[in-house]
């Protein structure tokens, strides 16, 4: 069996429509890469109570759980100190790092005060292990089975990239896709379900598209399993010549609009 994976996505801009989120889709690819599949993903407020509890029920649910969103400086980024409570252990300043982002800020022209509230980035449960990347001296960390990450999107990859040698993975999740244009789901349905019934192991989508002319669906088998993936594959591409021209592959970016 794979390790599995939940993403938690912390932020009250998230939620309110102010920011759309560009990390769930890095994380997922990622970790499939890996053999970590990602099972669930969550947004959840700026709330104490409800990251506390969130943290708490997915960590003992998932192998790794992932937060992105919440590390930064300001009132409302409480994820560490939430994270801190959640495992029943001091919020402190981390020395080694306090001393690494004091050095940095100084060493800038002109010099930048490292001041209250960027010593919160330093500050980190007691225990926590510092994920330290290219991006900046202000780190994530690793708590357990919790990996703390930034929200702002490069910073967050490069954290997961200092991190991702130390996870223990399983086999990657290979994926193939088909599809036909002017083909559709409703027509399709029922030989998708007999090869998902044929492949249990496997996940198979449906995904329908559109373009000015008309439209088609994208028909894609994942799972660890190479042979398996490539028999499902060519079912679903048989399947899909039954009704019109099927072609490897996901469409074009010119067949598809929203």
């Given amino acids: 069996m794979n390790p599995t994976a939940c993403l938690l996505i912390i932020g009250n801009e998230v939620l309110s429509g102010r920011t759309r989120d560009a990390n769930l889709q890095f994380l997922a690819t990622r970790l499939g890469e890996i053999g970590i599949p990602l099972r669930e993903a969550r947004v959840i407020p700026d709330v104490p109570e409800?990251?506390?509890?969130?943290v708490n029920e997915c960590r003992a649910a998932f192998t790794h759980v992932f937060t992105t969103g919440g590390i930064g400086p300001t009132h409302?980024?409480?994820?560490?100190?939430?994270?801190?409570?959640a495992f029943g252990v001091p919020w402190e300043v981390?020395?080694?790092?306090?001393?690494?982002?004091?050095?940095?800020?100084?060493r800038r022209d002109p010099p930048v005060e490292f001041n209250?509230?960027?010593?919160?980035?330093?500050?980190?449960?007691?225990?926590?292990?510092?994920?330290?990347?290219?991006?900046?001296?202000?780190?994530?960390?690793?708590?357990?089975?919790?990996?703390?990450?930034?929200?702002?999107?490069?910073?967050?990859?490069?954290?997961?990239?200092?991190?991702?040698p130390t996870l223990e993975g399983g086999r990657p999740i290979l994926s193939r896709t088909v599809h036909a244009h002017q083909v559709y789901e409703g027509q399709i349905a029922e030989g998708l379900s007999a090869i998902q019934a044929a492949h249990p192991a496997l996940d198979l989508g449906s995904y329908p598209y559109y373009r000015g002319t008309g439209g088609g669906v994208a028909l894609v088998a994942k799972g660890t399993d190479a042979a398996a993936v490539e028999a499902a594959a060519a079912a679903c591409f048989a399947l899909l010549a039954r009704f019109g021209e099927a072609q490897q592959g996901e469409p074009s970016a010119d067949q598809v609009s929203t």
């Fill in 76 to 85: 409302d980024d409480i994820t560490s100190e939430c994270v801190a409570r």
């Fill in 50 to 54: 409800t990251i506390i509890g969130t």
């Fill in 116 to 164: 209250a509230a960027r010593l919160r980035m330093a500050t980190l449960p007691r225990g926590a292990v510092p994920i330290r990347c290219t991006e900046t001296t202000a780190p994530g960390f690793s708590m357990g089975n919790v990996h703390v990450m930034a929200g702002v999107p490069r910073i967050m990859r490069s954290m997961f990239e200092a991190l991702a």
């Fill in 94 to 106: 981390h020395e080694e790092t306090r001393a690494l982002m004091a050095a940095d800020y100084a």
